[in-house]
């Protein structure tokens, strides 16, 4: 079992970065892939980032591509996601997830098994 914690949300100007961190709990966060998702309201869940569990190979949503890094440190239990140049799109509660078995990074919510409560993240002048 793999217990997920989001942090790192809040107000942000358009224009501006943050960087949101997922700590893990549990003995098998290191061997899986994880990725990040997220929802605004009134749509649906969105694929923002995937990694592999040993973070050579990543994957970002069309939205996302160019200006979002996705990173894990193993030794930590911990998977981040960095954003720059954020827009008023950007603004939704953002969810960790972790624990896929592919053997792939995937975008697919349904190969995680393990979710986070998530932070909202606020872009507004």
């Known amino acids: 079992q793999v217990q997920l914690v989001e942090s790192g949300g809040g107000l942000v100007q358009p224009g501006g970065s943050l960087r949101l961190s997922c700590a893990a709990s549990g003995s098998t966060f290191s061997d899986s892939g994880a990725g990040w998702f997220r929802q605004a309201p009134g749509k649906e869940r969105e694929f923002v980032a995937a990694i592999s569990w040993s973070g050579g190979s990543t994957y970002y949503g069309d939205s996302v591509v160019g200006r979002a890094t996705i990173s894990r440190d193993n030794a930590k239990n911990t998977v981040y996601l960095y954003m720059n140049n954020l827009k008023l799109d950007d603004t939704a509660v953002y969810y960790c997830?972790?624990?896929?078995?592919?053997?792939?990074?995937?975008?697919?919510?349904?190969?995680?098994?393990?979710w986070g409560p998530g932070t909202q993240v606020t872009v507004s002048s």
């Open positions: 997830a972790a624990g896929s078995a592919s053997p792939v990074v995937t975008t697919l919510p349904q190969v995680y098994p393990f």
